[in-house]
């Protein structure tokens, strides 16, 4: 495929420009150089590859722009990406330390570790009162998530994106992301047969005896090459500790499915390592970004002006929310309205965790991709939906792990602060006092069932049973049909498009980014018809 061979040859040419050979001389000019493309997607997560993918698709230039690495050059492990064991410097976006969501054990800092700041795959950017983890490289989040591929509960969908046609968006649109990402599934009988889920098999006789169901759960991970990873025919990646800091096998990330197939046009041009600070409207009605070039130790090469007459702001949520506000406040898009930054949420996330009895062990072998969920979204006291975590420390632990997906209604909003010039996020942990609640009901009816208790020594120092902290699935900013219209056409301006889950209003329900996809596919879909003509 031309697309795998672009990222091949850009690996080779130790560069930041990635084309494939017969790319618009125009857009590679633009990367390097500064200057004017058609077309330019800000971001390579789920939103931008789609929009990227069928901007070239219809013949349009496109100039796609990441902060992060192309990650595909192995380090002197001879790993791409390192393991969450044994975390370095690759591990993390510019810290002097790793800070992994389980920050402890038995109230040790033993997890995290000491490393040099380097441009890394997985950020956590902290807020007052929220952090928020996302990645970083081409891929985005699908370099670091554990790749669950989850539609919503259809009536919460239509709850929350009333005026999106939900019979298109299940009839057309999911399964045009779901085949686009290559979503699978897990063989049942090796589920139920293998040591490394017998965590999950654990968790899932508990929940039962709570009167509560489970569900399998696709993904992105390819269950096939997991099942061979066991047999040790091929190396290990989800059997070797590897997600949060990367999968060195097995995990049809977006570099492997969309972004590939947008390079194989011939009309896409990725750039790595820059990052856009200011974006302003031109004189003709195109717009002009600001873009600073670094190195991956943070060293600031050039800072470049490209220009466009399409711009689709792909950076999610955080990324695309504080661009908009920004340049709302400062001056330089002055009509955006006052619903860009508002309608923020954490997709109810609270991660949560079970002392198990001695006799009832969880695995010292166990998968890091997840395939289960404890489905409980309809009950009528508070809807869950919780991922069945793995916990692979090598070791038993004992230990049952969750993330909670709760129904939470609580938005935060971003507001421009000029002494920083950063985008503050207003939330505050008593916003998140539904979630834990709402996953405390759930948990407690587990252990009352099954006569255990939660682990309070996972997250920190501190006595503490539900990380309501951080999150990982950041939602809303520029929300459908309020910041923008109802296919993510900003209000206010022509050309000018939201194409990533700032779009959603906080929550979706599950594990986001599949609908973030599907809803990517449906807008840009009605904006190449009728706004964009290939020049």
Same mark, same amino acid.
Request: glycine letters at 10%.
């Given at each position: 495929?031309?697309?795998?061979?672009?990222?091949?040859?850009?690996?080779?040419?130790?560069?930041?420009?990635?084309?494939?050979?017969?790319?618009? +001389?125009?857009?590679?000019? /633009?990367?390097?150089?500064?200057?004017?493309?058609?077309?330019?997607? @800000?971001?390579?997560?789920?939103?931008?590859? =789609?929009?990227a993918l069928r901007l070239g698709e219809a013949g349009v230039q496109t100039l796609m722009l990441e902060m992060g690495q192309l990650w595909n050059q192995p380090g002197p492990d001879g790993n791409i990406f390192c393991g969450m064991l044994n975390p370095d410097k690759r591990s993390s976006w510019f810290k002097n330390r790793t800070e992994a969501p389980l920050g402890s054990f038995l109230w040790l800092d033993v997890v995290n570790r000491n490393i040099d700041p380097y441009a890394g795959v997985l950020d956590r950017v902290n807020y007052d009162q929220m952090s928020?983890?996302?990645?970083?490289?081409?891929?985005?989040?699908?370099? =670091?998530?554990?790749?669950?591929?989850?539609?919503?509960?259809?009536?919460?969908?239509?709850?929350?994106?009333?005026?999106?046609?939900? &019979?298109?968006?299940?009839?057309?649109?999911?399964?045009?992301?779901?085949?686009?990402?290559?979503?699978?599934?897990?063989?049942?009988?090796?589920?139920?047969?293998?040591?490394?889920?017998?965590? /999950?098999?654990? &968790?899932?006789?508990?929940?039962?005896?709570?009167?509560?169901?489970?569900?399998?759960?696709?993904?992105?991970? $390819?269950?096939?090459?997991?099942?061979?990873? /066991?047999?040790?025919?091929?190396? %290990?990646?989800? #059997?070797?500790?590897?997600?949060?800091?990367?999968?060195?096998?097995?995990?049809?990330?977006?570099?492997?499915?969309?972004?590939?197939? +947008? #390079?194989? !046009?011939?009309?896409?041009?990725?750039?790595?390592?820059?990052?856009?600070?200011?974006?302003?409207?031109?004189?003709?009605?195109?717009?002009?970004?600001?873009?600073?070039?670094?190195? !991956?130790?943070?060293?600031?090469?050039?800072?470049?002006?490209?220009?466009?007459?399409? #711009?689709?702001?792909?950076?999610?949520?955080?990324?695309?929310?504080?661009?908009?506000?920004?340049?709302?406040?400062?001056?330089?898009?002055?009509?955006?309205? &006052?619903?860009?930054?508002?309608?923020?949420?954490?997709?109810?996330?609270?991660?949560?965790?079970?002392?198990?009895?001695?006799?009832?062990?969880?695995?010292?072998?166990?998968?890091?991709?997840? /395939?289960?969920?404890?489905?409980?979204?309809?009950?009528?006291?508070?809807?869950?939906?919780?991922?069945?975590?793995?916990?692979?420390?090598?070791?038993?632990?004992?230990?049952?792990?969750?993330?909670? @997906?709760?129904?939470?209604?609580?938005?935060?909003?971003?507001?421009?602060?000029?002494?920083?010039?950063?985008?503050?996020?207003?939330?505050?942990? $008593?916003?998140?006092?539904?979630?834990?609640?709402?996953? %405390?009901? #759930?948990?407690?009816?587990?252990?009352?069932?099954?006569?255990?208790?939660?682990?309070?020594?996972?997250?920190?120092?501190?006595?503490?049973?539900?990380?309501? $902290?951080?999150?990982?699935?950041?939602?809303?900013?520029?929300?459908?049909?309020?910041?923008?219209?109802?296919?993510?056409?900003?209000?206010?301006?022509?050309?000018?498009?939201?194409?990533?889950?700032?779009? @959603?209003?906080? &929550?979706?329900?599950?594990?986001?980014?599949? !609908? @973030?996809?599907?809803?990517?596919?449906?807008?840009?879909?009605?904006?190449?018809?009728?706004? =964009?003509?290939?020049?």
């Amino acid at each position: 495929m031309l697309g795998m061979a672009a990222f091949g040859a850009a690996a080779l040419a130790g560069g930041t420009t990635i084309a494939a050979p017969r790319a618009a +001389a125009a857009a590679k000019s /633009a990367a390097d150089n500064g200057g004017y493309v058609p077309a330019v997607v @800000i971001g390579t997560g789920y939103g931008a590859a =789609v929009s990227a993918l069928r901007l070239g698709e219809a013949g349009v230039q496109t100039l796609m722009l990441e902060m992060g690495q192309l990650w595909n050059q192995p380090g002197p492990d001879g790993n791409i990406f390192c393991g969450m064991l044994n975390p370095d410097k690759r591990s993390s976006w510019f810290k002097n330390r790793t800070e992994a969501p389980l920050g402890s054990f038995l109230w040790l800092d033993v997890v995290n570790r000491n490393i040099d700041p380097y441009a890394g795959v997985l950020d956590r950017v902290n807020y007052d009162q929220m952090s928020v983890y996302v990645g970083r490289g081409v891929g985005g989040g699908s370099l =670091v998530n554990g790749g669950m591929a989850v539609e919503p509960k259809r009536s919460y969908f239509e709850e929350i994106l009333p005026r999106v046609d939900s &019979s298109e968006m299940y009839d057309r649109y999911f399964p045009r992301a779901n085949s686009m990402l290559r979503v699978n599934h897990i063989d049942t009988k090796w589920f139920e047969d293998t040591e490394w889920y017998k965590f /999950a098999r654990v &968790s899932r006789e508990q929940a039962g005896k709570a009167g509560l169901g489970t569900v399998f759960v696709p993904n992105v991970y $390819d269950f096939g090459y997991m099942q061979r990873e /066991a047999a040790g025919e091929v190396p %290990k990646s989800a #059997l070797a500790t590897e997600v949060i800091y990367g999968n060195n096998h097995g995990k049809q990330s977006l570099d492997k499915t969309y972004l590939a197939a +947008a #390079l194989g !046009t011939g009309k896409v041009t990725i750039q790595t390592l820059h990052q856009v600070k200011a974006i302003r409207q031109t004189k003709d009605g195109g717009y002009a970004l600001t873009v600073e070039q670094k190195d !991956t130790d943070g060293k600031l090469l050039a800072t470049k002006e490209i220009s466009c007459r399409y #711009l689709f702001l792909g950076a999610g949520s955080l990324g695309s929310t504080e661009l908009l506000v920004r340049a709302r406040d400062t001056g330089t898009l002055p009509n955006l309205n &006052s619903e860009v930054g508002a309608g923020w949420g954490p997709n109810g996330n609270i991660m949560t965790a079970r002392a198990n009895h001695m006799w009832n062990p969880t695995g010292a072998h166990q998968s890091s991709i997840p /395939a289960l969920g404890i489905d409980a979204w309809d009950n009528s006291d508070s809807s869950v939906f919780a991922e069945i975590a793995p916990m692979p420390a090598g070791l038993e632990t004992w230990v049952s792990l969750y993330l909670a @997906i709760t129904k939470n209604p609580q938005r935060g909003t971003f507001v421009y602060d000029a002494a920083s010039d950063r985008a503050k996020l207003n939330w505050t942990r $008593d916003q998140n006092a539904p979630a834990v609640n709402a996953a %405390k009901a #759930l948990f407690d009816r587990i252990n009352k069932a099954n006569g255990t208790i939660y682990r309070y020594d996972l997250f920190g120092t501190q006595l503490k049973a539900f990380a309501d $902290d951080f999150c990982y699935h950041p939602l809303g900013g520029c929300v459908l049909g309020k910041a923008t219209d109802d296919y993510g056409r900003v209000a206010g301006y022509k050309n000018l498009y939201v194409t990533d889950g700032s779009l @959603i209003p906080g &929550s979706v329900g599950v594990n986001p980014f599949v !609908t @973030i996809t599907a809803l990517a596919e449906r807008n840009v879909e009605r904006i190449i018809k009728q706004d =964009v003509t290939a020049s």
